[in-house]
């Protein structure tokens, strides 16, 4: 997973499902999806912190919509 799927920028609606398993997904604050430099870290200048029980959230969501596993 990426640094993206912990950002509060990230943004599910138009984004293509193959993209969900990586953890990307259209940002908020940039026109194209997945611009980060590293999957480890939060290397994209817009990165900002979501909550960790809205992080789980989401996992939960993508793993009920079969994105990820």
Same mark, same amino acid.
């Given at each position: 997973?990426? =640094?993206?799927?912990?950002?509060?920028?990230?943004?599910?609606? #138009?984004?293509?499902?193959?993209?969900?398993?990586? #953890?990307?997904?259209?940002?908020?604050?940039?026109?194209?999806? #997945?611009?980060? =430099?590293?999957?480890?870290?939060?290397?994209?200048?817009?990165?900002?912190?979501?909550? &960790?029980?809205?992080? &789980?959230?989401?996992?939960?969501?993508?793993?009920?919509?079969?994105?990820?596993?």
């Amino acid at each position: 997973m990426t =640094t993206c799927i912990d950002c509060q920028h990230w943004n599910p609606h #138009g984004t293509d499902r193959s993209m969900f398993r990586l #953890g990307y997904a259209q940002c908020k604050k940039k026109a194209l999806p #997945g611009h980060t =430099t590293s999957a480890l870290a939060a290397s994209c200048d817009k990165f900002t912190q979501l909550e &960790q029980s809205k992080v &789980q959230e989401r996992t939960v969501w993508l793993k009920k919509q079969g994105a990820i596993a």
